[in-house]
């Protein structure tokens, strides 16, 4: 069959960890393999390079930088919003994470990072932004 190339459609299993060991996803948790194009930007960039030159069956863990993941955080997504944008009866704390629908559909998560009588101070960087992830990965399969 060969080795993975740019625009295959792979299967993979994998676990996400932190640099501490905390697993924050797995194929396991979604109760099935992942499917994407290898370089087609479907994913974060350092995940999608580290299929390309793999062979079904084959294991690895890969280290992949802010930089190839979700990026640094960016202090400009950190917003005061009034706290009329919330529901009254919503109780709101600091580390609640919202979702915000956009105008296009999108869903962004928005973490609470402080709370006042009048505002409510939001983060919305991705919550892995500026984090080292380490992922072990298998490749199980080359779609055809």
């Known amino acids: 069959m060969g080795c993975v190339k740019k625009g ?21 948790k979604h109760n099935a393999p992942l499917e ?19 062979n079904i069956g084959d294991e ?11 990026g640094m ?3 400009d997504f950190v917003k005061e919003v009034p706290r009329n944008c919330f529901p009254p009866e919503q ?6 994470v919202f979702v915000m629908k956009m105008e296009n559909g999108k869903q962004i ?7 006042s009588d009048d505002k ?12 080292t992830l380490i992922f072990k990965i298998k490749l199980l399969d080359i779609v055809i």
Request: glycine share 12%; proline share 10%.
């Open 60 to 70: 690895k863990e890969i280290k992949i930088p802010p930089e190839e993941a979700y």
């Open 91 to 96: 109780e709101i704390m600091p580390g609640m």
């Open 8 to 28: 295959d459609k792979v299967k993979v299993e994998y676990i996400g960890k932190l640099e501490d060991g905390t697993i924050f996803d797995s194929s396991e």
């Open 73 to 75: 955080p960016n202090p």
């Open 120 to 131: 409510v101070t939001v983060d919305l960087n991705p919550p892995l932004a500026g984090k």
């Open 36 to 54: 994407f194009i290898a370089g087609g930007g479907q994913l974060i960039k350092g995940f999608e390079d580290a299929v390309i030159g793999m």
């Open 109 to 115: 998560p928005l973490k609470i990072t402080l709370v």
